[in-house]
């Protein structure tokens, strides 16, 4: 289906995140990490979001989510269904209708077992064998449901907080990197749930690195760079030497890829990793 049949879902237009930070001890300035990011996402669309370390993919995520820092400065419109985003809707919509696999394991709770807190927010009558299902389809044993976060290995955690995202009703679901380091079947595994989702309907935000494994099922890619969006170009742009890529630097991107000409060069000055 093409994008002008599918309903929009979630517009982010002119994002600007800035943070007070105190100089000299009373003198402030802001700096601002996010200066012009859009990005749009329709129902069962999947968009990518790709960019080097620290052009802001997770600030955009977190923005979505309304859980920046309490000093953050956050401007521009998020809307979602059509309706401007305030901060007690992020709030509501948080954790129910939109789901957040977050990039670092550190947003587990570290006193409570991980079987617990994938149970959160799953309905009482079901909660454990839902958690039990989805810990044996994401490679977990039904035992580590009793461990706590510092008692399993980091791909373990990965495991388990993708868990947490797989939820009745979820309408967007925001990825951010869920797939470092991980084992190449789970890697098929986390994939494929993606794109579950999608196929039921829901619009999903893959931030990722990695490229080629985004592109797999990606429908679209947002490229961001220094926290301005470049580029938002189809998935099947990305082919050949790039010709049908807007943006020089999406361009060398692709290009830098081993599949393509792998310029060594580029990876360490620009590149994605
Ligand atoms: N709380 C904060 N205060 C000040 N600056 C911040 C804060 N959080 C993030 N930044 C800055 O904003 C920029 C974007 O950060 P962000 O975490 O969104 O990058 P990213 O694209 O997710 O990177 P990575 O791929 O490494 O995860 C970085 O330069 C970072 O230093
Ligand atoms: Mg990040």
Not at 63 to 72: D, S, W
Not at 167 to 181: N, Q, S, W, Y
Not at 231 to 250: P, W
């Given at each position: 289906?093409?994008?002008t049949?599918?309903?929009?879902l979630?517009q982010?237009e002119?994002?600007?995140?800035?943070?007070?930070q105190y100089v000299?001890?009373?003198e402030?300035r802001v700096?601002?990490?996010?200066?012009d990011l859009?990005?749009d996402?329709?129902?069962?669309e999947?968009?990518?979001?790709?960019?080097a370390?620290g052009s802001?993919k997770?600030l955009?995520?977190?923005?979505?989510?309304?859980?920046?820092?309490g000093?953050a400065?956050?401007e521009?419109?998020?809307?979602y269904?059509?309706?401007?985003m305030?901060?007690?809707?992020?709030?509501?919509?948080?954790?129910r209708?939109?789901?957040?696999?977050?990039?670092?394991?550190?947003?587990?709770?570290?006193l409570m077992?991980?079987?617990?807190q994938?149970?959160i927010?799953?309905?009482?009558?079901?909660a454990?064998r839902?958690?039990?299902?989805l810990?044996?389809?994401y490679g977990?044993?039904?035992?580590?449901?009793?461990l706590?976060?510092?008692?399993?290995?980091?791909?373990?955690l990965r495991?388990?907080?993708?868990?947490?995202?797989?939820?009745?009703?979820?309408?967007?679901?925001i990825?951010?990197?869920p797939?470092p380091?991980?084992h190449?079947?789970?890697?098929a595994?986390i994939?494929?749930?993606?794109?579950?989702?999608?196929?039921e309907?829901?619009?999903v935000?893959l931030?990722?690195?990695?490229?080629?494994?985004?592109?797999?099922?990606?429908?679209r890619?947002?490229?961001i760079r220094?926290?301005r969006t470049?580029?938002?170009?189809d998935?099947?742009?990305?082919?050949?030497?790039?010709?049908?890529l807007k943006?020089?630097?999406t361009q060398r991107?692709?290009?830098?890829?081993?599949?393509?000409d792998?310029?060594?060069?580029?990876?360490?000055?620009?590149?994605?990793?």
């Amino acid at each position: 289906m093409s994008n002008t049949q599918k309903k929009l879902l979630l517009q982010v237009e002119n994002l600007s995140i800035g943070f007070t930070q105190y100089v000299k001890g009373t003198e402030q300035r802001v700096i601002r990490p996010i200066s012009d990011l859009q990005v749009d996402i329709h129902e069962g669309e999947i968009v990518a979001v790709v960019g080097a370390s620290g052009s802001g993919k997770s600030l955009l995520a977190h923005a979505v989510l309304g859980i920046l820092p309490g000093n953050a400065i956050c401007e521009g419109e998020i809307r979602y269904r059509g309706e401007t985003m305030t901060d007690e809707r992020k709030a509501k919509l948080r954790g129910r209708e939109i789901s957040f696999i977050p990039q670092s394991v550190n947003y587990l709770d570290p006193l409570m077992t991980v079987g617990k807190q994938v149970q959160i927010g799953l309905d009482k009558n079901e909660a454990t064998r839902v958690q039990q299902a989805l810990f044996q389809q994401y490679g977990l044993k039904k035992s580590d449901g009793k461990l706590y976060p510092h008692e399993l290995s980091g791909g373990m955690l990965r495991r388990v907080l993708f868990a947490t995202s797989v939820r009745k009703g979820v309408r967007l679901v925001i990825a951010d990197e869920p797939t470092p380091g991980i084992h190449p079947a789970l890697l098929a595994e986390i994939l494929k749930q993606l794109e579950q989702f999608a196929k039921e309907g829901a619009g999903v935000m893959l931030i990722t690195h990695d490229l080629m494994s985004a592109l797999e099922i990606a429908d679209r890619v947002a490229v961001i760079r220094d926290g301005r969006t470049i580029e938002i170009s189809d998935a099947e742009a990305f082919e050949g030497k790039g010709e049908r890529l807007k943006n020089e630097y999406t361009q060398r991107l692709w290009r830098a890829l081993p599949q393509n000409d792998f310029d060594l060069e580029f990876q360490g000055k620009g590149g994605l990793t």
